[in-house]
């Protein structure tokens, strides 16, 4: 991708699957793990997994599961990390 198609909304850098479903870069290819965005469990659409699982509410609450996971990016498989 070029340095303008990058800062475009879907690029794999500002990837929100979560909140706006598109079909990624070549998303056949590359699996990609972001966590810029909280999810409540781990969240995997169109090539795109989300792994903020250890944000806060406001009032300083835990929002997610609090979970850590291991992640194969070849056979896109997660785990919870025990």
Same mark, same amino acid.
């Given at each position: 991708?070029?340095?303008?198609?990058?800062?475009?909304?879907?690029?794999? $850098?500002?990837?929100?699957?979560?909140?706006?479903?598109?079909?990624?870069?070549?998303?056949?290819?590359?699996?990609?793990?972001?966590?810029?965005?909280?999810? =409540?469990?781990?969240?995997?659409? #169109?090539?795109?997994?989300?792994?903020?699982?250890?944000?806060?509410?406001?009032?300083?609450?835990?929002? #997610?599961?609090?979970? $850590?996971? $291991?992640?194969?990016? =070849?056979?896109?498989?997660?785990? =919870?990390?025990?």
């Amino acid at each position: 991708m070029g340095k303008q198609e990058l800062w475009r909304d879907n690029s794999p $850098i500002w990837a929100r699957p979560q909140v706006d479903f598109y079909r990624m870069f070549r998303d056949d290819l590359f699996y990609q793990v972001v966590g810029h965005i909280p999810v =409540e469990e781990p969240l995997d659409m #169109g090539g795109v997994l989300t792994l903020d699982l250890f944000s806060t509410y406001s009032n300083g609450d835990p929002y #997610g599961n609090q979970k $850590i996971y $291991i992640v194969d990016t =070849e056979t896109r498989k997660y785990i =919870e990390a025990l």
